[in-house]
């Protein structure tokens, strides 16, 4: 496509061609505008909401104030309540926390993937049993 359709469709999504794409390089404008929308607007096996959210979460986590508003608001687009977006990114907080924790520490990752290995069995135990 030229630049010019390109940027047509880019404006029957959005009402306007938003910046991050016009100064993008006319050799690439069809490449990147291609995987833009697979990657964000089209429907995967992950639910564009669900989707979103982990973009709120990475987001918060790579302290993106883009990422975060653009996440955000496709998130609310998708569905999501303002207390999902919150769980979101709680989560985000609390995996960033452990991370560092047990990297600081080095512990033995063969023994922590059978600690996890463990638990997940006795848990799977737990919800036959149920």
Known sequence: ?????????????????????????????????????KVQLDEGAIPNKYRELI???????????????FHTELA?????TDEEIEEAI???KASAGWS?????LQFDYDEFKKEVDLASEHVKQMHVTA
């Open 90 to 92: 709680h989560f985000a």
């Open 1 to 37: 496509m030229s630049k010019e359709q390109v940027f047509y469709e880019i404006e029957q999504t959005f009402g306007l061609v938003p910046k991050m794409f016009r100064v993008l390089p006319e050799s690439t404008l069809e490449l990147e505008w291609n995987l833009f929308k």
């Open 100 to 104: 560092t924790y047990v990297n600081g």
């Open 76 to 80: 609310k687009l998708n569905g999501a």
């Open 55 to 69: 973009g709120v979460a990475i987001s918060a986590i790579s302290k993106c104030r883009y990422c975060a508003y």
